[in-house]
């Protein structure tokens, strides 16, 4: 277990008047020290650890030379920040196709210091950390991530919050986002969040497509993705039905968009944790209130569309 990231929790001593120490003193009571416990504010630290979780249900797929096997082992690194109580909201990440979620740190840790429990699983199908070749199941993977929510909601990684629960991924990741999303056969109600960065709507699927669902919606591209996938995305906003908003990163690239250092990408990620943060704010939301929480960090590379609802 390690403890990475930055915050502040810390105690106040109070001491009589008549002990003046300039504008840094600490006040103190007579014959002893008496502490106030101070909540911590964001950033918060962040706890790390590892849990692996059996699905003995499903089956692992055979990866190229190395064949498969009844049951799902679900390596998970579990985010939590330091200090707050909870129960907190989950937000469950997925990786993209020969990925794996170490990748994603700097945004996965944008939400953890924000104050969310964040979950990302290893997929037995497509990370390349694993024997074999990667292969793609998007089916199975939104399937992994329900499991990943069942998983935690009895308080094994600290106490949820399950009516503030988010599923969010990147690439085929992404891709695993669109189909809970638009597909109420592969859809958790448990969820009121969904985050599908640089997805599209899987091909070889059948529908149905863009029935409604409750909850929210943010689509995230660069517009110079180098595999393609803006036009891809803008469909899986345009399927939606629900409150959405999409977030269009000039010049951005596939994978950068949403890790990288620039202020741009930064705002990116920021912009990721305003929409978990509206969304969880009020039982119910609209695309307008996104868009109104979206346009604070205000970046000019960003372009912001809301939908309708």
Request: aromatic content about 4%.
């Given at each position: 277990m390690t403890i990475v990231g930055t915050g502040v929790a810390g105690a106040i001593l109070t001491l009589?008047?008549?002990?003046?120490?300039?504008?840094?003193?600490?006040?103190?009571?007579?014959?002893?020290?008496?502490?106030?416990?101070i909540a911590p504010l964001p950033p918060f630290k962040i706890q790390d650890e590892t849990l692996t979780l059996l699905d003995p249900s499903r089956a692992t797929?055979?990866?190229?030379?190395?064949?498969?096997?009844?049951?799902?082992?679900?390596?998970?690194?579990?985010?939590?920040?330091?200090?707050?109580?909870?129960?907190?909201?989950?937000v469950v990440f997925a990786h993209g196709w020969n990925s794996n979620p170490l990748v994603y740190e700097s945004l996965l840790d944008a939400w953890a210091e924000a104050g969310y429990i964040v979950a990302a699983p290893t997929f037995p199908?497509?990370?390349n950390t694993l024997p074999g070749?990667?292969?793609?199941?998007?089916?199975?993977?939104?399937?992994?991530?329900?499991?990943?929510i069942s998983s935690l909601r009895g308080g094994l990684a600290g106490p949820v919050d399950m009516s503030?629960?988010?599923v969010?991924?990147?690439?085929?990741?992404?891709?695993?986002?669109?189909?809970?999303?638009?597909?109420?056969?592969?859809?958790?109600?448990?969820?009121?969040?969904?985050?599908?960065l640089s997805g599209e709507i899987p091909v070889g699927l059948t529908g149905p497509w863009g029935v409604p669902v409750a909850g929210a919606l943010l689509v995230a591209v660069g517009t110079a993705d180098e595999y393609g996938l803006l036009s891809r995305s803008l469909q899986v906003f345009q399927a939606a039905v629900m409150p959405k908003v999409v977030l269009t990163l000039a010049s951005g690239d596939h994978l950068n968009t949403f890790i990288g250092d620039s202020p741009a990408e930064i705002a990116m990620r920021t912009d990721t944790v305003n929409f978990l943060h509206s969304v969880f704010s009020t039982p119910t939301t609209t695309s307008a209130q996104l868009q109104a929480a979206l346009m604070a960090t205000g970046d000019p590379a960003i372009a912001l569309q809301a939908g309708p609802g």
């Open positions: 009589p008047a008549s002990h003046n120490l300039g504008a840094r003193h600490l006040p103190r009571s007579v014959g002893r020290y008496t502490t106030t416990r797929p055979a990866r190229g030379s190395v064949p498969g096997h009844t049951g799902r082992d679900l390596v998970t690194i579990v985010r939590r920040p330091v200090g707050l109580p909870g129960p907190l909201p989950l199908d497509s990370a070749s990667p292969v793609s199941d998007y089916p199975e993977q939104a399937q992994d991530m329900s499991f990943v503030r629960i988010a969010a991924g990147h690439s085929d990741g992404g891709t695993d986002v669109a189909l809970m999303a638009l597909n109420p056969r592969y859809g958790d109600p448990r969820v009121r969040a969904y985050i599908s």
